[in-house]
């Protein structure tokens, strides 16, 4: 409708003023028809919004543009839902930078804080535990931190980095605290990264229990203290992969420190693999390399020297294998490797260690080691094989065993070094209850050696036998002082069984030579008889002495 504007004057007049009335009431009806056609668009848009949604969400109507914007998918949501999480897996695939969240990197400043707001960042992400996080730590930046690498959800930390940890808690925390065997994760990594520092940690790199398939890539120096381990594995981490890791004390470190423990939580299956690892220990005082304590471990191809032992093996250790691997023993009376742990006794069974060698340094450093030797002295060993193992600078028995029962199935062949201890006595090559009269029989093409000052008594050695390469019995305990067969009476507490085709005694009870022998096939303190015919003698340091001249 339209009308016309009138200007009211100031002086009043009653028929103007109805005029005016019946303008305004005119203004109010069409003030009212505008409100419902805005009702009635209002409406109109409402069912087009429903309309639109069924479109998206159900394709149950569209339009042709509608159809092509769908394209193979069933609804435009379902295409943009799709595509939605496409854009988030490349975004996972995008490194994380410690410096977007305020790192600085330059060896003094705190990153605690910068740390703690990235690890809340990565843990909002949305969960995948097939899909980690990459973290990369700038190459040759010095972080120093207290805390804050704390992750609830796969990641890898990754950088040529020093990680200097100045805290009292964990070093990196991995994985939830709540897993259980339903809920077990996979993917967390940690490479390349340097860690130093840890005087007062707690924990290193922390597995949570069931975080399974956990790869440490990276290297440790100068690192840890005496309670805590660099790395922890807190149970079921099945499948762990440190290949490649390092470790590395300097002598001027002063405390002791220690590289892994793979903890039990009873019976679990960890399967942890370490190959091509380099782990160098040379502050003097000491530390555990390898706890192992998880069923079916695997350390090959490696070098570990310095611990104090370079290798336990706990009671839930079972079919763990040690190969390929060089020690050295420096310091201490720990052993090279021990079986068992330090609260209970137990047998530790299905062990193999097969071309090994080993410094112990006993006559040189005047240590005081065993290559293998228990924990506790109720602690039982069996099933154990030890095969192609070389041990240096010993005095001692390759291997220590209790006086306890039951430890059998054990076997040594192709060992050298100074003695073979059989204080539990052997069958066949190795093993036997105490009280069976087994055999100490040498099946290896060398000499071995029966210690019988092994902490038994005269009974428990009664009526052993000792017989050489070739199956020949050679003597028989009557007590543990004395040896007798053939009027032979050996006095001290070793008793030499011999390799193939060395010396064996004759019927009469004198000594004689058995075939002739290169010179530089003979072990050093053995009489020979050389392939010129002369009779020689090769002393403890290795020299041949013609002893027809």
């Known amino acids: 409708m339209g009308f016309v504007r009138r200007v009211i004057s100031s002086t009043l007049d009653l028929a103007n003023l109805a005029k005016h009335n019946a303008n305004f009431a005119d203004i109010e009806t069409d003030l009212t028809e505008h409100r419902g ?17 069924n479109i998206v969400a159900s394709s149950g109507e569209s339009n042709l543009e509608i159809v092509d914007a769908r394209e193979d998918y069933g609804t435009l949501r379902e295409r943009l839902n799709t595509e939605f999480g496409g854009v988030n897996a490349q975004l996972a695939d995008i490194a994380i930078n410690p410096a977007s969240f305020g790192a600085v990197g330059d ?24 899909k980690m996080i990459r973290i990369e730590f700038a190459q040759g930046k010095h972080y120093k931190y207290s805390g804050g690498l704390s992750f609830t959800r796969p990641v890898e930390l990754s950088g ?11 070093v990196v925390e991995c994985g939830r605290s709540d897993n259980t065997l339903a809920t077990y994760e996979l993917c967390y990594a940690v490479k390349d990264l ?19 398939m956990p790869v440490v890539k990276c290297r440790f120096v100068d690192f840890g203290n005496a309670s805590a381990y660099g790395v922890w594995l807190d149970g079921n981490n099945w499948d762990t992969d440190m290949s490649g890791a390092q470790w590395k004390t300097f002598s001027t470190f002063n405390r002791a420190s220690n590289f892994v423990k793979v903890n039990p939580r009873g019976i679990n299956a960890t399967r942890f693999r370490g190959d091509d690892i380099l782990a160098t220990h040379q502050s003097p005082y000491g530390g555990l390399g390898f706890w192992f304590d998880g069923y079916n471990n695997t350390l090959a191809n490696s070098k570990i020297e310095g611990f104090t032992p370079n290798v336990r093996i706990g009671r839930f250790a079972n079919n763990s294998v040690i190969t390929n691997t060089y020690f050295e023993v420096d310091k201490g009376s720990t052993g090279c490797i021990q079986f068992g742990d330090d609260v209970s006794s137990d047998y530790v069974g299905d062990l193999t260690i097969r071309d090994v060698y080993c410094n112990v340094h006993n006559t040189d450093l005047g240590t005081a080691n065993y290559f293998l030797q228990p924990t506790r002295t109720d602690v039982g060993l069996q099933n154990c094989l030890l095969d192609n193992v070389v041990v240096s600078n010993s005095n001692r028995e390759l291997v220590k065993l209790n006086n306890v029962g039951s430890q059998t199935g054990n076997k040594v062949t192709n060992c050298s070094g100074y003695a073979v201890n059989v204080s539990t006595l052997f069958s066949d090559t190795w093993g036997g209850d105490q009280g069976s009269s087994p055999v100490f029989k040498n099946s290896s093409n060398q000499s071995l050696y029966l210690c019988i000052e092994a902490g038994l008594d005269s009974a428990q050695y009664a009526g052993v036998n000792i017989s050489n390469f070739n199956g020949d019995s050679l003597y028989q305990f009557d007590t543990a002082a004395a040896i007798n067969r053939a009027n032979h009476f050996i006095q001290g507490k070793l008793v030499m069984s011999l390799r193939k085709d060395e010396g064996i005694e004759s019927a009469d009870g004198l000594f004689r030579i058995a075939k002739q022998t290169a010179a530089t096939d003979t072990m050093a303190g053995h009489f020979f008889e050389d392939t010129d015919g002369k009779i020689k003698y090769r002393n403890l340091a290795g020299t041949v002495y013609d002893l027809t001249t």
Not at 107 to 117: R, Y
Request: proline share 1%; net charge negative.
């Open 37 to 53: 056609r805005i009702g009635a668009v209002e409406t109109e848009q409402a069912a087009q919004g429903e309309r639109i949604d």
């Open 107 to 130: 060896g003094v400043t705190d990153e605690t804080a910068a740390f703690t707001a990235m690890s809340a960042f990565v843990n909002s992400m949305p969960y995948d535990d097939k």
């Open 160 to 170: 040529l980095a020093i990680m200097d940890y100045i805290g009292t808690g964990k």
């Open 194 to 212: 340097l860690f130093t520092g840890g005087e007062f940690m707690s924990h290193g790199l922390f597995f949570h229990n069931f975080v399974t």
